[in-house]
């Protein structure tokens, strides 16, 4: 069955930084984009980056452009997200998504990201 597994969140101060990771199954991982989304504390779930299958197209929000990098390995079946400059407004659930350009097919569960000092 598919399966996208999310680690890496945490708690760190404003300024600092995280990886996110997401370890995916079940599917032929180069075959699909990658997205992260996340959602705050009473907001609904906002984009903040894709990758297409070959690694070598890259989208970003622009609350996130400049700090926020995203990558992946098809060897590992594997998505990332590099977070610097961290700031309050980041805290968030984290969500790794597999789909195309206009469909989210497949969700993790979410990994919890706050930043406070």
């Known amino acids: 069955q598919v399966q996208l597994v999310e680690s890496g969140g945490g708690l760190v101060q404003p300024g600092g930084s995280l990886r996110l990771s997401c370890a995916a199954s079940?599917?032929?991982?180069?075959?699909?984009?990658m997205k992260w989304f996340r959602q705050a504390p009473g907001k609904g779930r906002e984009f903040v980056a894709r990758?297409?299958?070959?690694?070598?197209?890259?989208n970003y929000a622009d609350s996130v452009k400049g700090r926020f990098s995203i990558s992946r390995d098809n060897a590992k079946n594997t998505v990332y997200l590099e977070m610097n400059s961290l700031k309050p407004e980041d805290t968030a659930v984290y969500y790794c998504?597999?789909?195309?350009?206009?469909?989210?097919?497949?969700w993790g569960q979410g990994a919890q990201v706050t930043v406070s000092s």
């Open positions: 990758i297409g299958g070959t690694g070598s197209t890259t």
């Open positions: 998504c597999a789909g195309q350009l206009w469909t989210n097919d497949y």
């Open positions: 079940g599917f032929t991982f180069s075959n699909y984009m």
